[in-house]
């Protein structure tokens, strides 16, 4: 039945349906399976701080730098096994969903050298990810981020709608349907 409905909802993206039964969060929800049942959808957008991350050339990066896109951003750490679990997972969904409309965005919060970020990377394939720093989780810390990993879904307005704590299958056919069903309705 699950994949029914998934291939129900790809067909009406595909086929222009009206972006009301996309934006429908309730249908945004109820695509929900497996690791993804515990993604939090919240009643009203919440606004988030716009507090600068590193990059890896030193530069500043804002949420606000990400604003007009669909954003899955992911709260992560070097030293987190579940963490490493999923990072190839999001770079999956990034290669396959990531462009002009839609991003996942990785922030390494906390203490995360950027050999040890490398490596991880190196070790698990990533390689379509962001490396951003969070080194004095003022970010995570602003946003209420307890423990890790922790994953918001962004709206193009730069609002928080989503919260996961957890790893997840970020490349699952829910996981793409959701990002899917999102973009359809942005």
Not at 58 to 86: H, I, M
Not at 145 to 157: A, S, Y
Request: proline share 5%; with cysteine.
């Amino acid at each position: 039945m699950r994949i029914l409905r998934l291939i129900v909802l790809y067909t009406a993206i595909a086929a222009g349906a009206n972006g009301a039964l996309a934006a429908d969060m309730a249908s945004v929800e109820a695509l929900r399976e497996g690791s993804l049942k515990k993604l939090m959808f919240h009643d009203d957008p919440r606004a988030v701080p716009d507090i600068a991350v590193t990059a890896r050339d030193g530069g500043e990066v804002r949420l606000s730098d990400y604003q007009g896109k669909w954003v899955v951003l992911n709260f992560w750490a070097t030293w987190c096994a579940p963490c490493r679990v999923e990072m190839p997972a999001l770079d999956r969904l990034q290669g396959e969903m990531g462009g002009p409309g839609f991003a996942v965005v990785t922030v390494a919060t906390g203490r995360n050298s950027p050999r040890g970020i490398d490596k991880l990377f190196e070790e698990t394939g990533v390689t379509r990810l962001p490396k951003l720093q969070d080194p004095s989780s003022a970010l995570a810390r602003n946003m209420g981020v307890m423990g890790l990993p922790v994953t918001v879904i962004l709206n193009p307005e730069g609002q928080e709608i989503a919260r996961m704590t957890g790893d997840a299958e970020w490349d699952s056919d829910s996981a793409k349907a959701i990002v899917a069903a999102l973009m359809g309705g942005g």
